[in-house]
């Protein structure tokens, strides 16, 4: 299991024009061995990115010294396969828990919704496993447009995309939910198994064969063990501008796992109604496939996301608390060592705590991050595919050229305003589709029956950025 700098750290803080967000690192450092952070990004491309991945999160056995992402491993229960991603349509939105749908009403501000209406939601289709609880909001999708010109580097440039109609889940993914499937697969998630060292890159088994004999039993015993990366306030004022400072607030917890999000002792007994966390992508993958659904594609996540408001900062307007009012599980305080509880959460908050977006979707901001099945590549906007994207064929991140990443979207509870606000519907982040972390979760889409669907790289090939030297894809 392998964490990259720039997917662990979801709080990086930008000296850019744009806001930034906190997230967790992802690459790690030969001293530290598995950390690292997808965040934000810092004043111009490489500062930004380093800042980015300041705030990600820890890797078991990473980092430019260890090594950058591990092979992919073999999921440990096999579960049905799920429908594909989306094409086409208009935009605007409605409700169904069942085969039909209702319109719901936008939030925050609605005068610049694009063309939003009721309409009569499609049935369902059929191959949604009807153990699943979650109940789905119809997208009629429609034009919109995808980024933003005031965010980080990787955000621009703004440009037109059009994403065919669509269910989304109205929630994150519960506790509750993910019980439901490992109950009826015996599922083991990633964070649940042991690391292999056959696993990670000839780079990293290089690396750590090089180490000394009593430096590398100790590696062995305490970061090739089940556990997952894990956000742990410092006790004294950080630096969050130095390099690789993201080290002081993320670790890699031996036991943590989705039934014990911060280690032995924790718990989701009080928390099911809570997103799951903890689960990597390839988690996700498997879990869609016995729903019937799948992962939405970062042009859905992000048409969704905005809930018909055309550029608007965040997912409700243009003002971070309109009213004074919170509207989403974010950080208040001075990050990352000191969180007020402004909005009564310190981590992960119940899903619907918070106010839906124009769509009736909820926790599109903040919360935990989500996982969208696109690669993620630094500069993927500079082709402005239009029709129904599914992102690049390829990974790229120039902090961490031989990391293969999925898209993040959403940001969560460390985003901090000051540091950074990746919580932006425009905001992007890239996170290695092995790491499980205590700040990132996911929720499904499904197609509409009939239509056709994206064809995004599967999930079964690896990208191959290390072979890309230009910053364009």
């Known amino acids: 299991m392998a964490i990259s700098m720039a997917g662990l750290c979801g709080c990086s803080k930008s000296n850019s024009t744009g806001p930034a967000d906190e997230k967790a690192p992802q690459a790690a450092t030969s001293e530290h061995l598995g950390l690292q952070d997808t965040g934000s990004i810092t004043s111009e491309s490489t500062s930004k990115q380093t800042q980015q991945s300041a705030s990600a999160g820890p890797n078991p056995v990473t980092a430019s010294k260890v090594g950058t992402s591990a092979k992919k491993r073999e999921s440990a229960a096999s579960v049905p396969e799920s429908s594909a991603p989306v094409a086409e349509s208009s935009a605007l939105v409605a409700e169904s828990s069942a085969p039909v749908a209702e319109s719901s009403a936008p939030v925050a501000e609605s005068a610049d919704k694009m063309g939003v209406k009721a309409t009569a939601a499609p049935p369902l289709p059929k191959t949604i496993n009807p153990a ?16 933003s010109d005031a965010g980080f580097p990787e955000e621009k440039p703004v440009h037109p995309v059009k994403v065919a109609p669509f269910f989304m889940d109205e929630t994150e993914v519960t506790n509750a939910e993910w019980k439901k499937f490992a109950d009826a697969t015996g599922y083991v998630t990633t964070a649940e198994r042991k690391p292999k060292f056959e696993d990670f890159t000839q780079e990293t ?23 997952a990366v894990i956000f ?64 939405p594609t970062e042009a859905e996540w992000e048409f969704a996301a905005r809930g018909g408001l055309k550029e608007k900062t965040y997912v409700w307007g243009s003002q971070l608390r309109p009213g004074r009012k919170h509207m989403a599980n974010i950080w208040q305080g001075e990050f990352p060592q000191t969180n007020t509880k402004g909005d009564g959460y310190v981590m992960s908050s119940p899903v619907k705590t918070y106010p839906a977006n124009g769509y009736g979707l909820y926790d599109m901001s903040g919360n935990v991050w989500e996982w969208c099945s696109d690669w993620y590549h630094y500069r993927y906007f500079d082709k402005k595919e239009f029709d129904n994207p599914v992102g690049p064929d390829t990974s790229f991140d120039p902090l961490e050229p031989g990391v293969d990443k999925r898209v993040t979207k959403g940001g969560s509870f460390l985003c901090n305003d000051s540091y950074c606000s990746r919580y932006r519907p425009g905001a992007r982040g890239g996170t290695t589709p092995d790491t499980g972390l205590n700040h990132t979760g996911f929720r499904c889409v499904v197609s509409v029956e009939g239509k056709a669907e994206p064809k995004a790289a599967t999930p079964d090939t690896p990208a191959t950025p290390s072979a890309e030297k230009t910053p364009a894809p």
């Not at 088994?205 to 556990?227: C, M, S």
Request: hydrophobic fraction near 40%.
């Open 132 to 147: 699943v609880g979650i109940k789905m909001i119809y997208l009629t999708g429609g034009e919109f447009l995808m980024g």
């Open 205 to 227: 088994q290089d690396h750590i064969n090089a180490l000394p004999a009593a430096e590398r039993k100790e590696l062995f015993k305490t970061k090739f063990v089940p556990g």
């Open 232 to 295: 742990t306030p410092p006790t004294s004022r950080v630096e969050t501008r130095e390099h690789g400072s993201f080290m002081q607030w993320w670790s890699w917890v031996a036991g943590a796992d989705w039934k014990h999000p911060l280690g032995p002792g924790s718990s989701i007994k009080d928390l099911m109604d809570h997103p799951v966390v903890n689960i990597s992508w390839d988690d996700a993958q498997a879990y869609c496939k016995w729903a019937g659904k799948r992962l």
